[in-house]
């Protein structure tokens, strides 16, 4: 009788895809009949560690940012992100002129007079102040960079006509995600092509030659960690009848966040302020919205989900109230590179509306639970860059410091669809039998 033995590493090998099958199929049944917030503990008791020490702070290795990532900061990126030292400089040696062409008096009330009626020092606090701002046309020959405002602009026609300065850096500005750049055109439109004529960016991603957030994640230094945060005295300051609130003034949206509210608020209250909500908040966002700093969570869902575009929904109506943000927008494997761990709740992570709400009402019942994601206050301080509601703008400072501190080896953004517009964003939220479902 001829007998076939299987040689040992095959049943090893049969053996580790059985387990393997078996956990991932058990995982997938829980996710689906119990939510997020099962799995989640199964692989956090399972997987977690922390790096200890001053090292995880430092230089910002607690972003866990690639090489490959690293490569295209900027060296005002690296100063940002990476806590790089400022390099010494001797700023008396020269000075800037930045133009801001056809459209600076749309932009001075936030920039320069803080929604006030006043102007104010576009430099105050700046680590350079070796620069001015002008708005007048007729300085484009002396200008050493000129900001270009894409969100006003129609198409390549409206930039200077006139005989370039081959020393000149010309900077595309734009706050709003991939699929709202231009005010005048929606995503569904074809937009103006403007290849080949922009050197610099000045967008909120990190890898713009002038990183433009609205807000930043910094690692505190051991003499700032001087007091504890208080969950108590945090818990006894919101209130306790309704948990989630929201505050919007652009009620269009690419990514179906009002349709999953709608679904949301089956579940669980939720408090709308803004135009797009049925309490009013006057001055959004030239004055805070004071109302919706009481609660405990806020939606900060944005209009596009699109990579790194996180606005003051979460750097102002969440950190800066110390409310818990829920997120719908960029990824969380991105968010992780720039918020501090367990600092929020994303809706990728939750199989439906009402197992999201299952689970802030599972929280707010947890108070230890809850403490969690604000523990993170111990060890980061987040600052808020955009100027909205009266704060401080950096805007002019940063393209300051960029001219001072960037390398200045001329280059061109000759594909602009390739390095801003495409491959950016997910399409958003829908439901497919009940279940959270992310269309690309």
Not at 86 to 99: G, R
Request: aromatic fraction near 16%; charged fraction near 25%.
């Amino acid at each position: 009788m001829l007998c076939i033995k299987t040689k040992p590493h095959k049943r090893k090998t049969f053996l580790i895809v059985f387990i393997f099958s078996v956990f991932s199929t058990a995982i997938m049944y829980i996710y689906l009949q119990k939510g997020h917030k099962y799995v989640c503990e199964i692989f956090t008791k399972s997987f977690e560690h922390h790096l200890q020490g001053d090292e995880y702070y430092k230089h910002g290795k607690w972003r866990n940012l690639s090489k490959q990532q690293i490569a295209k900061f900027s060296e005002l990126g690296k100063i940002l992100f990476l806590d790089k030292e400022y390099p010494q400089i001797n700023t008396s040696a020269k000075n800037y002129t930045i133009l801001v062409w056809k459209h600076g008096p749309e932009v001075h009330g936030r920039h320069i007079a803080r929604y006030t009626n006043r102007s104010f020092d576009p430099f105050e606090d700046c680590s350079v102040k070796n620069c001015i701002v002008t708005y007048k046309d007729e300085d484009l020959e002396i200008a050493d960079l000129v900001l270009f405002q894409m969100l006003f602009m129609v198409g390549p026609y409206e930039l200077p006509q006139t005989k370039r300065n081959p020393n000149q850096i010309w900077t595309f500005v734009t706050e709003e995600s991939p699929l709202h750049s231009f005010l005048y055109f929606t995503r569904y439109q074809r937009y103006p092509c403007f290849d080949g004529f922009f050197n610099w960016s000045m967008t909120y991603r990190m890898d713009s030659d002038i990183p433009m957030p609205y807000g930043r994640t910094i690692a505190l230094k051991k003499e700032e960690k001087h007091k504890k945060f208080n969950f108590e005295e945090w818990n006894k300051s919101k209130r306790q009848d309704v948990l989630l609130v929201n505050v919007n003034s652009f009620c269009r949206a690419a990514n179906s966040r009002w349709e999953y509210i709608d679904q949301l608020q089956k579940y669980i209250t939720v408090h709308r302020y803004g135009a797009c909500g049925q309490y009013k908040c006057p001055g959004y966002v030239a004055k805070e919205c004071l109302a919706a700093s009481r609660y405990k969570f806020y939606l900060a869902f944005e209009n596009s989900n699109c990579d790194e575009y996180i606005t003051e929904k979460l750097w102002w109506n969440s950190f800066e109230t110390r409310s818990v943000p829920i997120i719908m927008g960029t990824t969380p494997e991105i968010l992780n590179q720039i918020l501090p761990s367990h600092s929020y709740i994303h809706v990728n992570d939750y199989v439906n509306p009402k197992d999201l709400a299952d689970y802030i009402s599972h929280l707010n019942n947890t108070p230890n639970k809850l403490e969690k994601y604000l523990e993170w206050r111990n060890d980061f301080k987040t600052i808020n860059e955009h100027g909205y509601f009266q704060s401080k703008p950096v805007h002019y400072c940063r393209v300051c410091e960029a001219l001072n501190y960037n390398n200045k080896k001329k280059k061109v953004y000759d594909d602009l669809n390739k390095s801003w517009f495409k491959n950016q964003c997910q399409k958003g939220w829908s439901t497919l039998f009940g279940l959270n479902v992310l269309l690309k």
